[in-house]
């Protein structure tokens, strides 16, 4: 089984403004491989032969994490192959009842971009929104180190994440992007023992080719997840690169591809 545990899609009325907006905001250093719908990301899983991707929203104002809930409503009868995080904004005065929604819902998961949302991650004014997610039992998934849309942002820095997981570690938290783009000698020296979980989304190719990033994965292989960042990354170069690769084991091939992340989530039999 393949599960991509990191991809984007919108709803089809702004798919096509909200990529573009992104490759924008990036001065054009991204190219998008899908055009951000729900068909077009079925249709790279086919040719992939992804079995399962999980998507990850982002609310971006205070108001947005009730109006995305709604939409993840209206699109999971759609296909059971596609499995969605909810987000919430740190100082959306309601949190705790989006919160307690998502869970209601069957949602698994809640995703926080700081650079995005405009908070630093260690914050402690917005513990109580990720003690709130944990007590409803939710995995918390972070964009975490460099972004291209805001290159000067340090509020997902390494060094922010270390002060977070100082007090939050052992919990079911992700860090994207392998904690930190082209950082994981810091990585390695603040996160490495924290007990967290790391995915490859959109890094892949340069951890490949990174000592650290490979000592990273090394020390901890138990935690590390498969995802690709679709539209911005190619599922289907993605999972050949992992399923070609001759320095990794057919064992540590299957917990990337899935078994790792199937200690954070239930999984449902797919036909």
């Not at 603040?190 to 995915?199: A, I, R, S, T």
Request: glycine letters at 6%; aromatic letters at 12%.
């Amino acid at each position: 089984m393949i599960i991509d545990a990191h991809t984007h899609i919108y709803p089809e009325s702004i798919a096509k403004k909200a990529v573009g907006t992104v490759i924008a905001n990036t001065k054009d250093q991204l190219k998008a491989y899908t055009d951000g719908t729900f068909d077009s990301l079925i249709a790279s899983m086919d040719v992939a032969e992804v079995d399962l991707s999980i998507v990850l929203t982002v609310a971006t104002n205070p108001e947005q994490g009730i109006g995305i809930l709604q939409w993840i409503k209206k699109m999971i009868p759609l296909s059971h192959r596609l499995i969605y995080f909810g987000s919430v904004h740190p100082h959306d005065r309601n949190f705790r009842d989006v919160i307690r929604e998502m869970k209601k819902c069957g949602l698994q998961g809640i995703k926080f971009h700081p650079a995005y949302q405009n908070f630093p991650v260690d914050s402690k004014e917005t513990y109580p929104v990720y003690e709130e997610a944990l007590r409803n039992d939710l995995v918390i998934y972070f964009h975490s180190g460099f972004d291209m849309s805001l290159p000067d942002c340090d509020y997902a820095s390494v060094e922010r994440f270390a002060n977070f997981l100082e007090d939050f570690k052992g919990s079911k938290i992700i860090l994207a992007h392998g904690g930190g783009y082209r950082e994981w000698d810091k990585v390695i020296d603040l996160l490495g023992d924290k007990k967290c979980y790391f995915d490859i989304a959109f890094v892949l190719e340069s951890m490949k080719l990174c000592k650290h990033a490979r000592e990273l994965f090394r020390q901890n292989e138990d935690y590390f997840i498969f995802g690709s960042d679709s539209p911005w990354r190619e599922q289907k170069q993605y999972v050949e690169l992992i399923r070609n690769s001759d320095t990794l084991s057919q064992e540590q091939k299957e917990k990337l591809f899935c078994r790792n992340i199937k200690k954070l989530i239930t999984i449902k039999d797919v036909d």
